[in-house]
């Protein structure tokens, strides 16, 4: 069974720090596009970051270049996506996504259940 789970949301001030977790399960990571969608309220899911099959490429929204790092441990068989100098706009709920056996994150088969992210002082 394909399977994500995440973890780490939580409450942040603005400029401060989170990482998020994905935990996956029933296919082959290393021959898999995985990536993070996010969904503010009252606005459309958005995707946030991909990185590619074998890990040679790397895609952000360019509301997130330069603060947000996607990275994936193989061996542990996670996804993970490192946010730093987060912004009350980064406020959303995260969804890990995976496409198994595909090189890019666009229209992914797999999702997670999702994590709440929330920027506020």
């Known amino acids: 069974q394909l399977q994500l789970v995440e973890s780490g949301g939580g409450l942040v001030q603005p400029g401060e720090s989170l990482r998020l977790s994905c935990a996956t399960s029933?296919?082959?990571?290393?021959?898999?596009?995985v990536g993070w969608f996010r969904q503010a309220p009252g606005k459309e899911r958005e995707g946030v970051a991909c990185?590619?099959?074998?890990?040679?490429?790397?895609d952000y929204v360019d509301s997130v270049k330069g603060r947000f790092t996607i990275s994936r441990d193989n061996a542990k068989k996670t996804v993970y996506l490192q946010m730093n100098s987060l912004k009350s706009e980064d406020t959303a709920v995260y969804y890990c996504?995976?496409?198994?056996?595909?090189?890019?994150?666009?229209?992914?088969?797999?999702w997670g259940q999702g994590t709440q992210v929330t920027v506020s002082s």
């Open positions: 029933g296919f082959n990571l290393d021959y898999s596009a």
């Open positions: 990185i590619s099959r074998g890990g040679t490429k790397l």
């Open positions: 996504v995976a496409n198994p056996g595909a090189s890019v994150c666009y229209d992914p088969d797999v």
